[in-house]
């Protein structure tokens, strides 16, 4: 049997800490995601796709149709649907028909939800910067980096 090459062997740990990379990565964004959970059902009694879906209607102040919503999110329609429906039972936001298409409607955040999700997103900053708080602004730039280069390949 041949021995494989120097390249072979270098390829092949360059291939394995690429995956220890992977691995790390999805074990950060786990832990991360999990801690912003707890943190918005017990400061907040909600949800993180009640978070996402205000914090999309939250920056745009003209509203969104639900299949814009869920393309930002990248979920499917019928995920949304539901948390919208919550949120609108809930004051937090409301649909408008569109005058184009009368089937068709925007969601919008209403003011009650515009207020809480000021306090809410001005808490999240807090809350994300105190977890990487031991990342200098180097390296988080460097780390942007590297995943928009992995977002932009694929």
Same mark, same amino acid.
């Given at each position: 049997m041949e021995q494989p090459t120097e390249h072979?062997?270098?390829d092949e740990h360059l291939a394995r800490q690429r995956l220890r990379l992977w691995?790390?990565?999805?074990?950060?964004?786990?832990?991360?995601e999990g801690t912003l959970r707890e943190?918005?059902?017990?400061?907040?009694?909600?949800t993180l796709p009640r978070f996402d879906v205000l914090a999309a209607l939250h920056a745009a102040p003209d509203g969104m149709?639900?299949?814009?919503?869920?393309q930002q999110l990248v979920v499917s329609n019928g995920n949304v649907t539901g948390v919208v429906d919550r949120l609108v039972a809930d004051g937090l936001a409301e649909r408008q028909t569109?005058?184009?298409d009368r089937?068709?409607?925007?969601?919008l955040i209403t003011p009650a939800g515009r207020t809480l999700m000021d306090e809410m997103v001005?808490?999240?900053? =807090?809350? +994300?910067?105190? @977890?990487?708080?031991?990342?200098s602004e180097t390296d988080a730039a =460097?780390? +942007?980096?590297? @995943?928009?280069?992995i977002r932009n390949k694929h």
């Open positions: 072979e062997v270098t691995l790390q990565m999805l074990k950060a964004v786990r832990h991360v943190r918005l059902r017990s400061g907040y009694d909600t149709k639900m299949s814009e919503l869920s569109m005058e184009s089937r068709a409607f925007r969601v001005a808490e999240h900053l =807090r809350w +994300i910067d105190g @977890m990487f708080s031991e990342i =460097r780390g +942007i980096s590297i @995943m928009l280069d």
